[in-house]
């Protein structure tokens, strides 16, 4: 197989500056990592190194806007993306009194449709060409709902929900979808997260749940995220496990092993926690 060009979002910083680097520093690949701000490029500019320039190349994309994607994959040599990893996302902890509507639309504008905006414009030629991938950076709280994370986890539910239903349609095409669900990660996207949730003004919570959600919630979340969340490099590394305890191992022709909760005849997407060596 020739090299294959990835286009990877959300690569200012976290999981895509770690995916990004990873698939740069592998034969093979061809890495457009793309970041709403260029402003922002530096830390990815020092952990690409010599594959700067030349196995990774930096491009503005704004997942939030239909023109910025159209114009980052136009420029592109024939709108070719092999593979779409779809990674850009924003995270809101909180009572839901304390929350507005309008930030919510914001959280699904960028964690829903900035993923849907990104699939309509590169599916299409993938259809074509009989042949693509996308991997969709979703969340253990696409699969389980959690305590004051009720919109964040409704957005990634709202991912899996069109995962799972486009992964029909795809595999007709021969275009496969893997949805990753890692848990705890500690990027400055969870830091930036939890410096906002100490912020946030509880006038509109009645007293229990502000308690519990200031004595309770956030030390103890912090406590679990200090003990037991994988940094971004882990998440970008290779899953070589062979642990069927939680679903099956698979093995596509093109692709080496990942972990899967339901096997390919399902006709769902695969599953892994990891992004790692899923191409």
């Not at 200090?226 to 070589?240: F, G, K, R, V, Y």
Request: aromatic letters at 6%; glycine letters at 6%.
């Amino acid at each position: 197989m020739g090299t294959r060009r990835v286009l990877v979002t959300g690569c200012s910083s976290g999981i895509g500056l770690a995916v990004a680097v990873r698939l740069a520093k592998e034969r093979g690949f061809k890495v457009v990592a793309t970041m709403r701000n260029l402003g922002k490029r530096e830390p990815l500019e020092r952990a690409a190194g010599d594959t700067l320039n030349r196995s990774l190349e930096i491009r503005q994309l704004d997942a939030c806007c239909e023109d910025s994607i159209r114009e980052c994959v136009d420029s592109l040599q024939d709108r070719r993306v092999d593979v779409l990893v779809s990674n850009a996302g924003v995270g809101m902890i909180g009572p839901l009194e304390c929350q507005s509507v309008s930030e919510m639309q914001e959280l699904f504008d960028t964690n829903f449709f900035g993923l849907v905006r990104l699939v309509k414009e590169v599916l299409p030629d993938m259809k074509q060409r009989q042949s693509g991938h996308i991997v969709v950076m979703s969340s253990v709280m696409g699969i389980q709902g959690l305590l004051f994370n009720d919109v964040y986890s409704a957005s990634k539910f709202a991912v899996e929900g069109f995962c799972e239903s486009l992964a029909v349609q795809a595999m007709k095409f021969n275009v496969k979808m893997i949805l990753v669900e890692p848990g705890p990660v500690g990027t400055e996207f969870e830091r930036k997260v939890y410096e906002d949730a100490e912020k946030m003004d509880l006038a509109r919570a009645d007293e229990e749940t502000a308690r519990i959600f200031r004595e309770i919630y956030l030390p103890y979340s912090r406590k679990v995220f200090n003990s037991l969340a994988q940094t971004p490099e882990e998440i970008a590394e290779p899953n070589t496990s062979t642990d069927h305890s939680e679903g099956a191992s698979v093995s596509p022709p093109d692709q080496p092993r990942v972990h899967a909760h339901d096997c390919p005849e399902a006709r769902r997407p695969y599953r892994s926690s990891t992004p790692g060596h899923l191409l």
